[in-house]
Nanobody, 131 residues
Framework: QVQLVQSGGGVVQPGGSLRLSCSAS????????IGWFRQVPGKEREGVSC????????HYGDSVQGRFIISRDNAKNTVYLQMNSLKPEDTAVYYC????????????????????????WGQGTQVTVSS
């Protein structure tokens, strides 16, 4: 079976850092583009970042550009989201996600971050940025 399992998150002060992890079970994660999203109740889901499986390219939403870094550790079958210089508006539930169409495709991040929801999602983890 295909599963994405998240860890990390928690409460941090403004300006602080957190690292989220997304680990795969049932498939080799490094062959899939992986996206990170965040959700605040009452607001639309926001695309945060994506990493390609083919050329290693990374993509970031305007609101996190320069502060967040997405990366892979293939030996651990894990994708990370390093979040630096955190702001209160970063408070949300964060999800990692992928889709079968994002397997070994140069268009993986286009698929993941497009309007159609990805098929596979992590369980979500709360990030709260507050003094």
């Amino acid at each position: 079976q295909v599963q994405l399992v998240q860890s990390g998150g928690g409460v941090v002060q403004p300006g602080g850092s957190l690292r989220l992890s997304c680990s795969a079970s049932g498939f080799t994660l490094d062959t899939y583009a992986i996206g990170w999203f965040r959700q605040v109740p009452g607001k639309e889901r926001e695309g945060v970042s994506c990493i390609s499986s083919t050329d290693g390219s990374t993509h970031y939403g305007d609101s996190v550009q320069g502060r967040f870094i997405i990366s892979r550790d293939n030996a651990k079958n894990t994708v990370y989201l390093q979040m630096n210089s955190l702001k209160p508006e970063d408070t949300a539930v964060y999800y990692c996600a992928t889709d079968p169409a994002a397997h070994s495709s140069d268009y993986g991040c286009i698929v993941i971050m497009g309007d159609l929801a990805p098929r596979y999602w992590g369980q979500g983890t709360q990030v709260t940025v507050s003094s």
